[in-house]
């Protein structure tokens, strides 16, 4: 399947640390996104990354992608409290008519 | 306002209930999308529509049925509802294809079969 694995499921730091999620995927694809949900909340979109991208930014959040692995990391850095949430990983299939999402990876951050 | 609107956010019913899920938008996308999560499962497609007359299958789309209304209204229904539906599910809706767009997700539905 085209499934992302987050690794680890669960992540506890104290607040100020940085947080690193890692996601693997098994088939090609032209672009991962990371997902952000608090809990029981809609999903928030963080960050796409291209296929052809190495590495993107967006304020705290910096995403890797290597396709030679198959992997991509999420890190966030200086975290807060209020980045207590699960993180997802998606990867387009089906024509890209859908998202496939990974099972999540539970941030806490301890103030 | 929150641009995907989902109601109602919490129900309760019973085995063999009809139940209708509704979804509206003011995002102005065409492509609209129903998921279902539950723990350790991560998300799967129930349904997914790109205009008013096209809707298509997702990936558990059994027991579960969808109307496109309107380009901004689209619901999901459960025609005889079971225990194992107990979840919580997601209407979101894209701008463009996924190859290069994402989603935008609404509140959540969180329904218990009993």
């Known amino acids: 399947s085209q499934q992302g694995e987050e690794d680890p499921q669960a992540l506890s730091i104290q607040e100020g640390e940085n947080a690193t999620m890692n996601c693997s995927y098994k088939t090609s694809i032209n672009n991962l996104q990371w997902y952000r949900q608090n809990s029981g909340r809609g999903l928030v979109h963080l960050i796409l990354?291209?296929?052809?991208?190495r590495e993107k930014h967006s304020g705290r959040l910096r995403v890797t992608l290597d396709t030679s692995k198959k992997s991509s990391s999420l890190l966030i850095t200086a975290s807060r409290a209020a980045d207590t949430a699960s993180y997802f990983c998606a990867t387009p299939y089906n024509g890209a008519n859908n998202l496939f999402f990974g099972t999540g990876t539970r941030l806490t951050v301890i103030p | 306002d929150a641009d995907v609107t989902q109601t109602p956010r919490n129900r309760i019913t019973k085995t063999g209930k009809r139940i209708m899920l509704e979804c509206s938008q003011t995002k102005g996308h065409d492509r609209m999308y129903w998921y279902r999560q539950d723990p350790g499962l991560g998300l799967r497609l129930i349904y997914y529509s790109f205009d008013v007359k096209d809707i298509n299958k997702g990936e558990i789309s059994d027991g579960y049925s969808v109307s496109r209304q309107a380009q901004a209204k689209f619901s999901l229904s459960l025609e005889s509802a079971i225990p194992n539906q107990t979840a919580l599910y997601f209407c979101?809706?894209?701008?463009?294809?996924?190859?290069?767009?994402?989603?935008?997700f609404g509140e959540g539905s969180r329904l218990t079969v009993l």
């Open positions: 990354i291209r296929s052809n991208e």
């Open positions: 979101a809706t894209s701008k463009e294809g996924l190859d290069t767009g994402e989603l935008f």
